[in-house]
């Protein structure tokens, strides 16, 4: 009964019939259709198989990293092969997996359904911006298959310029051709959102899923271009001679750093706030209730997405920078804590007198709650100048970051997957295997990037390959852990595609949800809607929605008798 | 393998106040953490949609002031805890005038240990207890970072440019000492070992000279007035006749002017960039005749150099600790002029 | 869909040419946002080195020819009024005009490439393209410049960004040209003629910007 009122609605404009449905998935065939497609749903799949294929790469190179570090000596790489291993990981992971991931894939797919809209503004731009995440991918690829790139994902000067024996220039080449898919993908997104909001449709009435992603596309607009440029130099540092960076010319390698952390800062929250977004959308729905505090998540996005600029070098307390630049940086650190705090207590605050559903996307988004508490409160850690030159470039960071990254974005990535599995392909995925990898991953997850915590204190700098025994204790858990965790990768990997032609079909509401996109049929049509949707109600109207609907059982009956 | 370590030891002065700070940070992290997990969990539960038996009438109604509670408490917090950590950050950034300096360089995959005194060591530092030292460092390569877990202490070391870092040890033992930013194929072989003494083992290691590579030939400062000598720089920085060349006694840490008019400190990278790229910075009514020194000289000699200038004293308070009068340097007076220190023992394999 | 408004001009996604128009609009002004974001990590560098090495920039920037930079300068300035007179002509519905002010800008955009080329062909010559034949003399009075080669680095990245832009900017116009010859504009429609000029326009006001930092320190 819960498809009820949105069949009643469309039938009474007198629309469609009750014909079997075309949608953006059957409405044309062959591959050609889709290679040619500027269907932004059709695109936002595109992304979604690419984007796994890198995070299968990547992963894979994780699990060579954990297989590595089991014991302390050299067993399976030479050093050689660990920094290329590791670089390789970072790469893929940052690059192709956690930038595009939320935005990519989902926001393509839901943005312009949630705010009413037809299409993307510019569809023919976003499919170019698949086009050159693919090209950028292939390139970092023919980099790794002609011998790989041992700098890390940070590209430091000069060993990057100037020392480094890998492809650099070619890995460059493919970052440098990606930042431009996430550029145009950002356009993309703020003109939607400025310009194609549906008839009523005020800012204030947006899903939080559409505000994280405009402030993440702020970041990809204007924190994308400054690393492009800083990797162009490192290019024809590298490529033509030039010397920017080159300390025997009097250049400064330590200006990398800011121009690389100008942007990659800054990329943690593209990272993470549509992973906020998903968080906020799956929190209502399943604890059936208003978002609590609904203005000050908005903002809070816009928050971090602002102050999160002014923050980079943060990353460069013993970079030898300036220490009163250490102070400032430190200080506004600090800060952008505080708009990520406002986001945890209104979640909470959301649950508080709600009807809370166990399903899978609500298990992922406590999940989430969970390990953001602690990778956003170890970030204080790192924050704080005092602790910070210890912990630098040890396993403690690379700890906290994978919480942020893995633990916020993946698990929000997860999440959004499940919750809008139904409505992008019209079928359930099993709830039971669901929760279940759900709870794997959780569980895998801490066992692995807790220790590291342990290790990082204790002084474990990151990139080692061989280390001091003493640290091995933590390094043994930390690759059981992954484990743990990648088998509760795979098993969604499995049901999803059996879900595909097996699993149930979805209706076109299943969680009885608020928002536009739950108003159309799953999957969607073409165009998205079969009428022009108009907003009359404040978002997240899950109390009149649980009204409506147990008011329609008795009425429908009534209605029926009436009939007959 | 199967004991599980928690912190490092805590072997300078900084280690207290680190740690102290560390475990009001883990408190604090195990105090949210745990609070809002089981506001969710008891939320979680007790509001589960099965349980029809739950009140849920008035919910919590849209709140400014406890959103403004939960702005302002964490914003306090965050205060608090950034101004401790800068209160840390200022003792680590600073060191003391009584502080002893060393010379460290890094170079793909090894330190260099250069002290006053002489003693030359490799991946490895003799320190001794409750003596403050001060490192002046440089990269002949890529970017390193001289880390020490034991003490609490980092710092890049930057090719191009000295970078500074003291602490003061206070417990004898073997730490270790840890190349902590990636520099290529060996940088998990870029370890070595901070070796802390009693003052009077210490004394006694200084007299000996027996360690890994040390030559008690002679002080950094005669080896660096020794280049001084056979590089030609005394033809026209005499210590007297200003005539072609600023007079260097007296110059560290002073004032200068330059011919821009634009006032710099002479401190160490000032002296290096000078030796170097002669023509940067000029010191006010003088041309730009001095030749260029890069690639023709050593980080490592530049650091005798550096040592050698600083050795001829500062302005008015002079400087206390860059002149190392320890007794060691008076008995290695006694070796001929002529025996050159063993300073090109490690060259760099790469030169660009 | 079957809004009276839409019409084969007007993509699918939007409601109406207005909306259209506005968004193409909103969408050149982000991405012009996000090309000051990319110079301006150039910018940065070239500031901060100028800050450390005044003395070297200011000899160093002696060697450019300050009246090939003004040319160049005013080539640039000229094409930018063609483009503006031509997004006039196409809002007016004159198709010649549009064709022959595309042309005139694009000739002009040429003679800047071509003049650049010269210049860089210059460089070459005089060993100041950095790298192991690097080797910097000067004009008298202005030999001393120690970082020089730091100079001519950002010389070559930025103008050659720069360049690389212009040659955007270029592809763009050709493809105008083509459209605007089949009388694909007119009156209700030339919102790509405009688009491209503001594109247009901001890579001649980046040259702006590059002529003084680069050519015109120190000319007293």
Known sequence: MDTTSTVERVSATGIISDTIRTNFLNADYGIKSWLLTKDHKRIAILYLISITVFFMIGGAFAAMIRMELITPEADVFTSEAYNKVFTTHGIMMVFFFLIPSIPATLGNFLVPVMVGARD?????????????????????????????????????????????????????????????????????????????????????????????????????????????????????????????????????????????????????????????????????????????????????????????????????????????????????????????????????????????????????????????????????????????????????????????????????????????????????????????????????????????????????????????????????????????????????????????????????????????????????????FDYQPVVDHEPYNYSEIDARSSATVSTHSVQEEQHV | MWNFPLLPDQASTFAGRVDGLYFFLVALTAFFTVMISLMVAFMAIRYRETNTKVNRDNPLPENPTMEAVWIGVPLVIVLVIFFWGVNIYFAIARPPANAVDMYVTGKQWMWKIQHPTGQREINEMHVAVGQPVRLTMISQDVIHSFYVPAFRVKQDVLPGRYSQLWFEPTKPGIYHLFCAEFCGTKHSGMIGRVVVMEPADYERWLAGGSSNGGSLGQTMADAGAQIFETQGCITCHKMDDASRAPILKGLYGKSVTLNGGETVTADEQYIRESILRSGAKIVAGYGPIMPVYQNRISEDELMQLVSYIKSLGGPATGTPAATPSAAPASEAKGTPAAAKPAQNVNEPSRNK | MSDAAHNSLVAHQFDDARQQQEAATVGMWTFLITEIMFFGGLILAYMIYRNQFAESFHAASRVLDVWVGCFNTCVLLVSSLTMALGVRAAQMGDRKKLVLFIIVTMIFGAAFLGVKAYEYSEKFEHHLVPGPTFHFHGVPGHEHAPNAEIFFSLYFAMTGVHALHMIVGLGLMTWLLRKSIKGAFNKDYYNPVEICGLYWHFVDIVWIFLYPLLYLIDRS
């Open chain 1, 120 to 528: 993307l503004a510019f569809p023919r731009i976003n499919l170019l911006s698949w086009y050159i995440y693919v090209i950028g991918g292939l390139f970092t690829l023919t980099a790794l298959v002609l011998g790989g790139v041992d700098t890390g994902w940070t590209f430091y000067t000069p060993y990057s310029s100037t020392y480094s024996n890998g492809y650099v220039m070619l890995t460059g080449i493919g970052i440098f051709i990606t930042g431009f898919s996430s550029i145009l993908t950002g356009l993309n997104f703020i003109v939607t959102v400025h310009k194609m909001r549906a008839p009523g449709l005020g800012w204030f009435r947006l899903p939080l899923f559409v505000w994280a992603n405009y402030a993440a596309s702020l970041i990809m607009v204007l924190g994308t271009p400054v690393v492009a440029i800083g990797i162009v130099m490192i290019a024809l540092e590298r490529g033509l001679g030039l010397g920017i960076f080159d300390p025997r010319l009097g250049g400064d390698p330590v200006l990398f750093q800011h121009i690389f952390w100008f942007y990659s800062h800054p990329a943690v929250y593209i990272m993470i706030l549509p992973g906020m977004g998903v968080v906020s959308e799956i929190m209502a729905c399943f604890s059936r209730r208003h978002i609590f505090g609904y203005k000050f998540i908005a903002f809070s996005s816009l928050g971090i997405a602002i102050i999160g600029f002014l923050v980079w070098g943060h990353h460069m307390f013993v970079s030898g920078q300036s220490s009163y630049a250490g102070i400032v940086f430190s200080l506004f650190t600090f800060i952008v804590a505080v708009p990520s705090a406002i986001k945890v207590f209104n979640w909470t605050a959301t649950m508080h007198k709600g009807r809370i559903v166990y399903s899978t996307p609500m298990m992922y988004a406590l999940g989430f709650i969970g390990l953001f508490l602690v990778g956003g409160l170890t970030g204080l850690f790192c924050a704080s100048l005092g602790v910070d030159i210890h912990i630098h470039d040890t396993y403690f960071i690379v700890a906290h970051f994978h919480y942020v990254m893995v633990g916020g974005s993946v698990m929000a990535y997860l999440g959004g997957i499940h919750f809008w599995w139904p409505k992008m392909t019209g079928r359930m995925y099993p709830e039971g295997w669901g929760r279940f990898s759900a709870l794997l991953v959780f569980v895998g997850f801490n066992l692995t990037f807790f220790p590291q915590f342990i290790a990082g204190y204790l002084g474990m700098p990151r990139r080692y390959h061989v280390y001091p025994p003493e640290f091995q204790i933590y390094n043994v858990l930390s690759s059981g852990g992954a484990l743990v965790l990648g088998i509760g990768f795979t098993i969604p990997l499995i049901y999803l595609f059996w879900s595909l032609k097996y699993g149930e079909k979805a209706g076109p509401n299943p969680w009885r949800a608020a928002g536009l996109e739950w108003e159309t049929t799953s999957p969607p049509p073409t165009f998205n």
